[in-house]
């Protein structure tokens, strides 16, 4: 019984290892109007969402002017950028872990709360993105996790039902979409974790009957 068909990856965090690239991008923007948010708020509240979502919460939490945000938002991609070009490198166990997905006839997609440009450089700069058959970002859904949204238009996209289908997600927010996507989740803790076997051994217990 082959159960699972496709595989979706959630990028920062579980492809990329890129936290730390954000918080330093979004603290360089926030810097030049005198803010700054702590790593340990940023990893346990702003984790895994939009950058225009964080830029909602800091003013409702700590007055940030709504005004600002427009500009913000694009230095912080811009600063962001810069994080990839200079740290982004491929990881040997994520290029063998898609490819051998990929032999075995897996469908495989990237879903990330992070735009497009973004997600595309990541992947290149990661040399993952040949693997895909779908690419999701933020600015493909009106909502961004933990709403459901990208992994059921995902799933739609790509032909697949979400019991035909595993999630790999690393936050909060990540988790919960997938889960109220209705597919089969694996949690990562860091991107060490996603291996080929790893993979496998998930989806082999999933055909087995197990959940």
């Given at each position: 019984m082959n159960l699972i068909k496709?595989?979706?990856f959630d990028i920062d965090g579980v492809l990329i290892d890129a936290k730390d690239w954000h918080y330093e991008a979004l603290n360089k923007a926030l810097s030049l109007f005198g803010m700054e948010i702590s790593l340990y708020?940023?990893?346990?509240?702003?984790?895994?969402?939009p950058t225009r979502k964080k830029l909602?919460?800091?003013?409702?939490?700590?007055?940030l002017p709504v005004e600002l945000h427009a500009f913000l938002n694009e230095v912080k991609q811009q600063r962001t950028l810069e994080e990839v070009y200079q740290k982004c490198k491929p990881m040997?166990?994520?290029e063998y872990a898609l490819s051998r997905l990929k032999n075995e006839g897996k469908l495989l997609a990237a879903c990330s709360n992070s735009i497009r440009n973004t997600v595309r450089i990541m992947l290149e700069k990661a040399m993952l993105i040949q693997y895909f058959d779908a690419v999701f970002s933020n600015q493909d859904v009106t909502k961004g996790k933990p709403d459901p949204?990208?992994?059921?238009?995902?799933m739609d996209k790509l032909g697949v039902k979400p019991h035909e289908t595993l999630i790999l997600e690393d936050n909060e927010y990540g988790i919960k979409a997938a889960?109220?996507?209705?597919?089969?989740l694996l949690p990562i803790q860091t991107v060490?974790?996603?291996t080929y076997f790893n993979?496998?051994?998930r989806i082999d217990s999933l055909n087995m009957g197990a959940n």
């Open positions: 496709a595989v979706l708020d940023h990893l346990g509240t702003y984790d895994g969402l909602e919460m800091l003013t409702v939490e700590r007055g040997f166990i994520h949204e990208i992994y059921i238009k995902c889960i109220a996507s209705g597919a089969h060490n974790d996603v993979i496998k051994a």
